[in-house]
Nanobody, 131 residues
Framework: QVQLVESGGGLVQAGDSLRLSCAAS????????IGWFRQAPGKERDFVAA???????TYYTDSVKGRFTISRDNAMNTHLQMNGLKPEDTAVYYC?????????????????????????WGQGTQVTVSS
């Protein structure tokens, strides 16, 4: 069983930065990717960024490119550095993990942008950006 725990959310002002972390635990016997999603009140859950754990390749939704950076470390932690935050970034942020042997191949596919394809989810962390 895999568990994901997010941390680092908070209340900040527009233009500020936050660093979210996702700590993964458990045994994973295949290649996988970690994705970050967010859900604002009354809105759909949206893809934000993802990282292929094997290759380190990163992917972003257009609205955060140049402002957010996803990274990983050796301790199965994933981080989402968020700079230049805007009020529209306000949401609950979730990390999720999707397992597939294809992610470890020579030409791995990008991680899915649909949350329905992810296997494990964290509990979420609130990010609020005031104007």
């Amino acid at each position: 069983q895999v568990q994901l725990v997010e941390s680092g959310g908070g209340l900040v002002q527009a233009g500020d930065s936050l660093r979210l972390s996702c700590a993964a635990s458990g045994r994973i016997f295949s290649s996988y990717a970690i994705g970050w999603f967010r859900q604002a009140p009354g809105k759909e859950r949206d893809f934000v960024a993802a990282i292929n754990w094997s290759s380190g390749s990163t992917y972003y939704t257009d609205s955060v490119k140049g402002r957010f950076t996803i990274s990983r470390d050796n301790a199965m932690n994933t981080h989402l550095q968020m700079n230049g935050l805007k009020p529209e970034d306000t949401a609950v942020y979730y990390c999720a993990l999707v397992i597939s042997p294809h992610f470890g191949g020579l030409n791995p596919p990008p991680p899915p942008k649909s949350g329905d394809e992810y296997d494990y989810w964290g509990q979420g962390t609130q990010v609020t950006v005031s104007s």
